[in-house]
């Protein structure tokens, strides 16, 4: 049985999303998080966003709900998908995978969009000239190494996997590029879709395909209709698309 429906869903509102978000209003150069990126937890309003999800989810009918699930090793994405599927007691198999971690922002990592420019204008000036797609910041990854990460991960989630629909958990980037990458757009129309898209935080993108190999179709995007029913605020957390932790 080959799979034929993705949910992507971006991981609940971290306590990094609201550093960031701070940081950038208030013109700073760098955000302040005292932890890794990987082990960034939910804030109270991501974990509330993860079980709005749940809730959602459980009140499915059984045909209807993903039969497994795949998450990005990083906490935050983690603690989305244990919190979203507790309610269901485990019947929904997780597979843990570092390819669905967040883009490595290299040296720019924690340097609001303002501390990028003040400390490493020579990067900015390469980033302009070389483009949001193909841009890698010293230590860091593109949008097309990320793109990379995704095709591995689905030829293994083909391989291994037997249900039609999947829940995959992991971060905005991630959620772009499998859209890039199942879709067969081109880069343009990628960039110019994340100029003009922001996935929200616990929010849905879904993706099918009608025969067993080829390319998807974008069915719906940052659907987060199932957050305002349970009362979870709903969060973009945006920021500086190259610039931010996730």
């Known amino acids: 049985m080959a799979v034929h429906e993705l949910w992507l869903v971006r991981h609940g509102e971290s306590v990094a999303n609201l550093a960031a978000t701070a940081a950038e209003a208030a013109g700073l150069d760098v955000v302040t998080v005292d932890l890794r990126d990987a082990d960034v937890p939910l804030s109270e309003a991501g974990e509330e966003q993860a079980a709005a999800l ?5 009140a499915l009918p059984e045909s209807e709900r993903p039969a497994s699930a795949w998450a990005s090793s990083y906490l935050r994405a983690r603690q989305t998908v244990e919190i979203a599927l ?50 890698r910041p010293p230590g860091g ?25 999947v829940l995959v958990v992991a971060h905005d980037a991630v959620v772009m590029n499998f ?18 898209h922001t996935v929200a935080n616990a929010s849905v993108t879904r993706l099918s395909r009608a025969a067993d190999s080829g390319l998807w179709q974008l069915d719906a995007f940052s659907l987060a209709d199932h957050l305002a029913a349970a ?9 500086n698309p190259d610039v931010r932790p996730h």
């Open 86 to 135: 507790e309610p269901l007691g485990g019947s929904i198999p997780v597979v843990v995978d570092e390819r669905l971690r967040d883009r490595e922002l290299g040296v720019l990592d924690l340097l609001t969009s303002h501390g990028a420019e003040a400390r490493y204008p020579d990067e900015m000036v390469r980033r302009r000239w070389l483009g949001k797609f193909y841009y």
């Open 141 to 165: 990854e593109s949008w097309a190494d990320l793109a990379l990460r995704v095709r591995s991960l689905l030829v293994d989630l083909e391989r291994q996997s037997t249900a039609e629909r």
């Open 179 to 196: 859209i890039y990458v199942c879709t067969g757009i081109g880069e343009a129309e990628l960039l110019e879709f994340a100029r003009t």
């Open 54 to 58: 749940g809730e959602w989810i459980a």
């Open 231 to 239: 009362g979870a605020p709903v969060t973009l957390h945006e920021g």
